[in-house]
C-alpha cells in the first residue's frame, strides 16, 4: 500500500508539473521552422541578392535591341573680323552676330558577335536559378539548425524531468533515514548522505533549468525574435524510422542544394567559356543617323560665306570590327574559363563523395542510435522497477542505503542514456534529412 500512495505521489507531482508548464505558450517545432525562415537574416540577405539577379534578368533581352542615341547643340557668336588680301584690300567688320543649331540621331545594332548576346541572356537566366538555390540551401541550413536546437531543449527538459524524479526518491529517503534515526534504528551518516544527495539533485535541477533558458535564447537568435521570449517546448521528440540508405544515396544528386549550387555555377562556367570564345569572332553592326544643321549669320565679311546654310537627311551602312591581334588576351581570357570548369568539376565530384560518406556515417549512426534506444527504453523500465523495489526494502529496514544508491545511480544512468539515445538519433535523422535536402520542400 505505501508503494502504491508512493507511487501515485510521483505521478501527481509530474502531472502539476506537466500542467504548469502546459499554461505557458507551447511553441511548436513547425512554428520555430516558419519564424526562422521568415526572419533569417541571412536568408533575407540571399533573398536581396536573387531579387537583383532577377531584375537584370528583365532586362535580358536588351543585348538584342538597337541603341538610339541623340545629340544637339545651339551656339550663337558675335565676332568682329578682319581680313587682307594680296591686292591690298582690307575688309573689316565689327559685331558680326551669327547661329549654329545642330543635331544629330544615331543608331547602332549589333548583328551578330560570335553568339556572345545568346550566351549573356542564358547567363543572367541561370544566375537567377542559382539565386533560388542559394535562398533554399540556406533554408535548409537555418532549418536544421532550428530543429536541432529545439529538440536539444526537449531532450534538456527531459532530463530536467529525469531529475525531478531522482529527487523526488530523494526526498523519499530522506524522510525514511529521519525516521529510521529518531526511532534509532538509522544511523545519522544514512540521513546526511540522503541530504547531500537530495542537494545534488537540487543543484543539478537548477543547471538544467538554466541550460534550458540558455538554449532558449539560442533559438530565439535562430528565429530572428525578441529576446527572453518566453515560451514552452513538447515533450516529445518524434522519431522517423523509415529512412533507408538506398532510397538516399539514390536521390541526393538531385535534390542536395549544396550540389545543385555547384552544378549551377558549372553552367555558368560554362556560359562564361561561350562568351569569351565569341571575342574570337567578327562584330557586324548596323548604323545609321539621322543629321540636322543650320547656321545663321546677320553679316558676313567674305562675299563667298553664306548668310543662310542649312543641312540635314539620314545616312545608314553596315560596319565590322575583325579582332587579329590583342596580345593574346582572349586566348589567356579562354584557358582560364576552362580552368573554372575543371575547377568547378572537381569540386563537384569532391562534394559528392563527402556527402555521400556524410550519408552512410549519419546512416550507420542513425540505426545504432535506433537499436540503443530500443535497449534503454527496455533498462528503464528495469531500473524503476528496481528502484521501487529498493526503495521498499530500505523501508522495510531490509536493505542499506547503499543497496538504495546503488539502484538510483543506474536509474540516473538509465535515464541519461535513454535520453541521449533519443536525441541523437533525432540528430543523425535531421543530418540525413540535411544532407539529403528534404528539410525543405
Do not use: H
Not at 505558450?25 to 536573387?50: C, F, G, H, P
Not at 530543429?147 to 526518491?169: F, G, P, R, T
Not at 576552362?338 to 568539376?345: A, E, F, H, M, N
Amino acid at each position: 500500500m505505501k508503494q502504491l500512495i508512493y507511487i501515485l505521489t510521483l505521478f501527481c507531482s509530474l502531472f502539476f508539473y506537466a500542467e504548469n508548464t502546459a499554461a505557458q505558450n507551447v511553441l511548436t517545432v513547425d512554428e520555430a521552422i516558419a519564424t526562422a525562415l521568415k526572419n533569417n537574416y541571412d536568408i533575407q540577405l540571399l533573398r536581396n541578392d536573387s531579387a537583383s539577379f532577377a531584375l537584370d534578368n528583365s532586362y535580358a533581352k536588351a543585348a538584342f535591341y538597337p541603341r538610339v542615341n541623340a545629340t544637339g547643340g545651339l551656339l550663337y557668336n558675335n565676332n568682329n573680323q578682319l581680313q587682307r588680301f594680296s591686292d591690298g584690300t582690307k575688309r573689316e567688320r565689327n559685331g558680326i552676330r551669327s547661329s549654329n543649331l545642330n543635331g544629330s540621331v544615331q543608331l547602332s545594332w549589333t548583328l551578330f558577335d560570335g553568339y556572345k548576346m545568346f550566351a549573356t541572356r542564358d547567363k543572367l537566366g541561370q544566375f537567377v536559378k542559382l539565386g533560388e538555390l542559394n535562398i533554399k540551401n540556406q533554408m535548409v541550413t537555418a532549418v536544421a539548425a532550428v530543429v536541432n536546437n529545439y529538440y536539444n531543449i526537449v531532450y534538456q527538459k527531459q532530463q530536467l524531468k529525469a531529475v525531478e524524479d531522482q529527487m523526488s526518491i530523494n526526498e523519499e529517503r530522506v524522510k525514511l533515514a529521519d525516521r529510521k534515526f529518531s526511532v534509532g534504528l538509522g544511523a545519522k551518516p544514512e540521513l546526511l548522505q540522503a541530504k547531500v544527495d537530495l542537494n545534488a539533485q537540487k543543484a543539478a535541477r537548477l543547471k538544467q533549468q538554466t541550460v534550458i533558458a540558455q538554449l532558449k535564447e539560442t533559438l530565439n537568435r535562430l528565429m530572428n525574435v525578441a529576446l527572453q521570449t518566453s515560451y514552452d517546448v513538447s515533450d516529445t521528440i518524434p522519431i522517423n524510422t523509415n529512412i533507408t540508405l538506398a532510397e538516399m544515396l539514390a536521390a541526393v544528386e538531385n535534390t542536395n542544394q549544396q550540389l545543385q549550387v555547384t552544378k549551377k555555377n558549372l553552367d555558368i562556367a560554362s556560359l562564361t567559356l561561350k562568351e569569351r570564345k565569341a571575342d574570337k569572332f567578327p562584330v557586324l553592326t548596323f548604323n545609321s543617323a539621322y543629321n540636322y544643321s543650320k547656321a545663321d549669320n546677320k553679316a558676313v565679311v567674305n562675299p563667298f560665306t553664306p548668310l543662310f546654310s542649312r543641312n540635314n537627311g539620314f545616312n545608314y551602312g553596315l560596319g565590322i570590327a575583325i579582332p587579329i591581334f590583342n596580345g593574346f588576351n582572349v586566348k589567356r581570357q579562354v584557358q582560364q574559363a576552362q580552368l573554372d570548369i575543371d575547377y568547378l568539376k572537381l569540386s563537384y565530384q569532391n562534394q559528392k563523395m563527402q556527402i555521400d560518406v556524410g550519408i552512410i556515417n549519419a546512416f550507420k549512426d542513425y540505426e545504432m542510435q535506433q537499436q540503443a534506444l530500443a535497449l534503454e527504453e527496455e533498462n528503464i523500465l528495469l531500473a524503476k522497477e528496481n528502484v521501487m523495489i529498493a526503495l521498499e526494502r530500505f523501508r522495510l529496514g531490509v536493505s542499506t542505503y547503499l543497496e538504495l544508491r546503488e539502484t538510483q545511480k543506474s536509474l540516473e544512468d538509465a535515464y541519461n542514456r535513454l535520453l541521449a539515445a533519443r536525441y541523437n538519433t533525432k540528430l543523425a535523422e535531421t543530418e540525413l534529412l540535411r544532407l539529403k535536402g528534404d528539410l525543405v520542400k
